[in-house]
């Protein structure tokens, strides 16, 4: 028999935001803003009109350099390993980004390019952690959910029980 209460939660609200408008050559760095500034995003769509078969050559070197790779219960204190900052973060453009499709409501993290590890984490692993930082503004679940931003990936080791941290395998 189920609960009661379960008949009582709300549901998880989802939200679509549609913009269109004219590429401007003059502030060519907008996309790259609007994309940067949103770390866990999923996906992004181009929509090209009129293009007639071909790809601008801008956009079909962005596709060329898109490699990516999915792993599978990848823990996130891999990410705290002084040999793997050093290989892959400060000597290159690393990002990372943990994938749930309910990212809204679950703990998710992400590695930024220039090396920044952005966390949205619940409560409990927010005191966990004994981090600073504020309640997360726009989330459905008010006062649940905590966003810890740019945190410098060379100072993560002082953070206390990072390696109880419930991101990817549990081991």
Known sequence: MLCPEV???KTVSNSVTFKSGVYDAKNK??????????????????VLPNCSGSIPETV?????DSDFYRLDNFDLKVF???????????????TALSWDPRNDVGNCYAVTA???????????LYQSLGLEGQKSVGNSFKNSK?????????????????????FGSQN
Do not use: M, T
Request: net charge positive.
């Open 7 to 9: 008949w009582n939660l």
């Open 114 to 124: 220039d090396g920044k590890l952005v966390l949205s984490i619940d409560k409990e």
């Open 80 to 94: 705290l390993n002084r040999e793997f900052i050093e290989g892959f973060v400060k000597k290159g453009k690393f």
């Open 146 to 166: 905590y966003a810890k931003g740019c945190l410098k990936l060379a100072r993560l080791p002082q953070l206390k029980d990072i390696y109880r941290c419930p």
């Open 29 to 46: 760095n907008h996309v790259e803003n609007v994309i940067g500034n949103h770390h866990f995003n999923q996906v992004v769509s181009l």
């Open 60 to 64: 079909a070197n962005l596709l060329k």
